[in-house]
């Protein structure tokens, strides 16, 4: 368990943790795993640290690959193996198929209770630091003709499955979970999306059927109607999943409403605001939000206020006055908190009125590049940036020098630098510039 939690995003020790482990493998496969590289590796090097011979290692690997434990991808005409995190990982890839191999009812039991009951893990991975394993897409047909050119093609999801090398859907894993557990709801199960490398694995192992872009885009448009929300990796190149979410379902959208977390998840570049004279206060757009951040409220408790601010300006909380608009709503009035906001769009198709309107957020919200630039992201705002470059952790030197890495960069920055002279090491000394300079971009 502890080699779980040395990744960027981690599972805080528990005992469901380990119950968890006991179903998805044997004592002797954890002890292999817990040895592998956190980065990419051969099946020569994953010899070298189990100090097996290379036959006996590929027939090893392969079986914990069949399983989805490991990830196995093809670069260049040879095979890669990835240790995949918690999440998005091997939690959801156990519930992407039917097992007959595995007590999954026993097992989404044990995910409810360590997930959504205890909180450790699900509040470290969305507020324990400011960089998100996932981002909201806005919803393409809720955005304004006028602000059509400034959603960028990683922004879109027809265009991140347009640009897909690989499409697989497979079964959801938040409403495979929650099926479970009697807590299911009536959106489809077989309509999340995993793409380019992820995808790769997932359809050698069978684990996810393949697809083509156009039944992808027939997906997205099926979950659009659902006013399902479309949820992405957190990158710009070569994204790995987009997930159709419902607000009952979804660990993400639960641990916002749960938690009360602003910006718990990566936003879009948009948030709500309403035209007061148009609205009816029939209540739609705050049965639609997944996060609640729309509340119907009696109209003499709100207060007047201008109309929503132009592009580029924003206000933490936009009151709908209650000037014009119908009776249907009983004299309520839509109350939308842009903290919680995710700007996707969805309340903008459920307003009968028309009175729902995307506009820009004050500041721009940025995606990281790749997967690396998010890991190291994450990684250095969780204080384990020394995991990732000492990522061969059964190796004594690796741990020894993951340790004093560690410590250093737990330090303020003025006595960081009299450690780095004072351990007198110019290897040290150029790792500290790379954290100082660009996050250690030498991590691919």
């Known amino acids: 368990m502890r080699r779980v939690n040395l990744f960027p995003q981690g599972a805080p020790d528990s005992d469901l943790l380990l119950r968890i482990f006991s179903l998805l493998c044997n004592e002797r496969e954890a002890t292999l795993l817990s040895m592998l590289p956190l980065r990419p590796f051969s099946a020569a090097r994953a010899a070298r640290v189990w100090n097996l011979p290379v036959q006996q290692t590929r027939a090893l690997l392969e079986q914990l690959a069949s399983r989805s434990l490991l990830l196995d991808i093809e670069r260049d005409g040879r095979m890669v193996y990835i240790l995949p995190p918690p999440m998005a990982g091997f939690f959801e890839f156990s519930l992407m198929r039917m097992r007959p191999d595995l007590d999954q009812q026993e097992l989404s039991r044990l995910f409810f209770h360590y997930i959504n009951v205890e909180d450790a893990f699900i509040r470290d991975l969305f507020a324990g630091g400011e960089t998100s ?214 309340c903008v198709r459920a307003c009968p009125a028309g009175a729902i309107r995307l506009t820009s957020r004050a500041r721009r919200v940025l995606t990281p590049v790749n997967t690396a630039h998010r890991l190291v992201l994450m990684a250095i705002e969780r204080g384990k940036l020394q995991n990732l470059i000492f990522d061969n952790q059964a190796y004594l030197s690796h741990r020894a020098m993951a340790a004093i890495l560690g410590a250093i960069l737990r330090l303020p920055p003025i006595k960081r630098l009299m450690a780095s002279e004072q351990l007198k090491s110019r290897y040290l000394g150029r790792l500290l510039e790379h954290v100082e300079v660009d996050g250690f971009s030498g991590y691919d």
């Open 133 to 346: 394993l996932g981002r909201v897409l806005v919803n393409e047909e809720a955005i304004p003709d006028e602000k059509a050119c400034q959603v960028l093609d990683y922004e879109r999801a027809s265009e991140v499955i347009k640009s897909a090398s690989h499409i697989a859907v497979g079964l959801c894993y938040c409403r495979q979970k929650m099926a479970h557990v009697g807590r299911a709801c009536d959106a489809p199960l077989d309509i999340c999306l995993t793409l380019n490398l992820a995808a790769q694995s997932l359809l050698r192992r069978g684990v996810a059927r393949r697809v083509e872009s156009a039944e992808g885009l027939d997906l997205l448009q099926k979950a659009r109607d659902l006013n399902l929300v479309q949820c992405a990796d957190n990158v710009q190149q070569r994204v790995n999943f987009i997930c159709n979410c419902c607000r009952c379902c979804c660990e993400g959208l639960i641990a916002t409403r749960r938690l009360a977390i602003p910006n718990a998840m990566y936003s879009t570049n948009f948030v709500q605001t309403t035209a007061a004279h148009r609205c009816t206060g029939c209540g739609k757009c705050a049965a639609s939000c997944p996060v609640d951040a729309i509340t119907m409220e009696a109209e003499e408790t709100l207060s007047p206020l201008p109309d929503p601010p132009p592009p580029g300006e924003g206000m933490s909380v936009q009151l709908l006055t209650p000037e014009g608009g119908g009776r249907e709503g009983g004299g309520r009035k839509a109350r939308a908190a842009t903290d919680f906001c995710l700007g996707c769009g969805v």
